[in-house]
């Protein structure tokens, strides 16, 4: 993406960036981090379209039902440089992930309404996947994730999990993510996610990660940034 702010030189130092729970008056402003952030994601581009604005448009209003639904059953985590939303992190507890009956029409009129029919059609494809892969045993549920472009690779993204990896280990639970990078893959293997199940949603190879109860402190070395 072009056009972005430059980040100013002190979020080069991590330590400068604070973690901290966001209220339901800022989950606006973390849809529009998350949707910025995830415009690119492959299976965002097969389900939302290929041309970038409608797509933003469309993952806005779409992660915006979604972080509202996080909220409630969890938390949202921002993290803060120089007063700058740069990233967040969603989190939901154990057993309340899926959505009632009611969330889920509530959902599904926000889809209907914000989309033409192939795209309503591409999402409830790729939901029910998801819904499918979920694991039936207790967990943490992880995300949606982003970390705004100019601010990548400073060890945000990493401080986000392991925020939310110390929050569950501390009451030895289980956590469990999707995703359809490779990259992210590794990138949560460094914190003690492991592969579950693999499964090609729309063309878009996605991976599914559980990290057990407890499996000790991420690897140090892998977390030195911070
Ligand atoms: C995934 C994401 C949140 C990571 O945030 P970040 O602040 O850049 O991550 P960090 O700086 O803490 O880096 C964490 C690790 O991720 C991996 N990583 C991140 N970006 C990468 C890239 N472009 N290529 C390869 N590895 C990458 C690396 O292992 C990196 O560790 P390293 O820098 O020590 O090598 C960020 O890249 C992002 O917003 N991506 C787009 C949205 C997305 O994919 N969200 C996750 C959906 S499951």
Redesign the pocket.
């Known amino acids: 993406m072009t056009g972005r702010p430059a980040p100013p030189a002190s979020a080069g130092d991590t330590r400068l960036v604070g973690i901290r729970v966001l209220t339901r008056e800022e989950l606006h402003a973390a849809a529009v981090i998350l949707a910025q952030?995830?415009l690119d994601?492959p299976l965002h581009v097969r389900v939302f379209g290929s041309s970038p604005v409608p797509r933003e448009r469309r993952l806005l209003r779409f992660l915006g039902g979604v972080i509202g639904h996080v909220e409630a059953h969890g938390e949202v985590l921002g993290a803060f440089a120089g007063g700058e939303l740069v990233?967040v992190l969603g989190m939901m507890e154990p057993g309340r992930c899926r959505p009632t009956l009611r969330e889920r029409l509530r959902l599904g009129c926000l889809i209907v309404a914000g989309n033409p029919p192939a795209t309503v059609l591409r999402i409830r494809r790729w939901l029910s996947v998801w819904a499918r892969n979920d694991p039936a045993g207790p967990h943490w549920h992880i995300?949606?994730?982003?970390?705004a472009e100019a601010?990548?690779?400073?060890?945000?993204?990493?401080?986000l999990m392991m925020h939310c990896c110390e929050q569950i280990d501390a009451v030895a639970a289980a956590a469990y993510?999707?995703?359809?990078?490779a990259?992210?893959v590794?990138?949560y293997e460094?914190l003690g996610f492991a592969v579950i199940q693999r499964e090609t949603v729309l063309g878009v190879p996605n991976w599914f990660m559980l990290r057990p109860p407890s499996p000790g402190r991420p690897d140090e070395a892998?977390a030195s940034?911070v």
């Open positions: 952030g995830m994601n990233g995300g949606p994730l982003a970390v601010y990548r690779r400073r060890g945000i993204g990493r401080r993510l999707e995703t359809d990078l990259r992210n590794t990138f460094t892998a940034p």
